[in-house]
């Protein structure tokens, strides 16, 4: 057998045995791995791995029962080179009577392939995008645990290299004609190598969640995690990536509130290191958890 169909025929069992993997944590690591796999090759903006990532993500909503669209757009992602088409991958859940909205989104976009080396992006940000997958799951079960009081709109956001132009390209097709309650943004949230209590790995940061500290608290507490909420104690970091850095500046700008959910740079964050063996799969599981127990609350 050729080696490209062989490693096609390998991806294809992978994703199809995703919705029947033992645990939560299976689902995510196996996400985590085709995301970060060299057929999506970094997932830069406008390539074939972006449109690899694109199509994956909507297969795994439609096994959630849910209805996805894709919404394309363009963009020039860096100066001087060719405008190239992006992709947000979008999906509703909508409740019985309920009016206004919460926004779960991840970016999916890296940065590709360059100098000849693959940027496998498995923290930055398919573990976002596993995390947002793992929360559909949730979310759109008939049977599943979320009692919530909001319609979902969950978004697989390309583009956030390209000046978080997909964050903006959702706020012009959808939230602009929405009640939305709030955004909650996963921004690199699969690492326990950058505590920001030396050795406690159980932890998240939730920038822009200081007003719900309480139940998240609460909540978390319940867990073994800690919540903190700034950017390991620094009040200019938590601006920079609050406010300047993360897809939901966007949000922001236009007066919605939003949370940055994250856990933060390691040293393999944007590198050709970033691979699925350096994330810790039962902690991103927790954090998964800790969030659907707060959109209950909300």
Request: proline letters at 3%.
């Amino acid at each position: 057998m050729p080696a490209r169909l062989h490693h096609i025929l390998f991806l294809t069992l992978l994703l199809l045995c995703v919705p029947h993997a033992a645990s939560a944590g299976n689902s995510l690591e196996a996400d985590v791995a085709f995301l970060s796999n060299s057929l999506c090759a970094g997932r830069a903006s406008g390539t074939g791995g972006a449109v690899e990532a694109a199509w994956y993500i909507r297969r795994r909503m439609e096994q959630l029962s849910l209805d996805p669209k894709i919404q394309t757009f363009s963009v020039v992602p860096d100066e001087g080179k060719d405008t190239v088409i992006c992709r947000n991958v979008v999906a509703e859940i909508r409740r019985p009577g309920a009016e206004r909205w919460i926004v779960i989104t991840a970016f999916y976009d890296g940065l590709g392939v360059r100098g000849g080396a693959m940027y496998p992006g498995a923290d930055s940000n398919a573990s976002g995008v596993a995390a947002l997958l793992a929360m559909a799951d949730s979310l759109s079960a008939v049977k599943g645990p979320f009692k919530g009081r909001y319609n979902i709109l969950l978004a697989a956001l390309d583009g956030h290299f390209a000046d978080s132009e997909g964050a903006e390209e959702l706020w012009r097709r959808n939230l602009f004609r929405m009640n939305v309650r709030m955004a909650v943004n996963m921004d690199i949230v699969g690492s326990s190598l950058s505590p920001v209590q030396p050795y406690f790995k159980k932890y998240l940061m939730i920038l822009g969640g200081a007003a719900y500290g309480r139940t998240l608290d609460a909540l978390a507490f319940d867990k073994g995690l800690a919540v903190y909420y700034d950017y390991y104690g620094s009040r200019d970091f938590t601006n920079l990536f609050y406010r300047r850095m993360g897809d939901q500046k966007a949000f922001l700008a236009h007066g919605i509130p939003s949370v940055m959910v994250t856990s933060g740079i390691t040293l393999h964050t944007n590198r050709t290191s970033d691979t699925l063996e350096t994330l810790d799969y039962g902690q991103l599981e927790s954090r998964v958890s800790l969030l659907l127990s707060w959109l209950e609350k909300l």
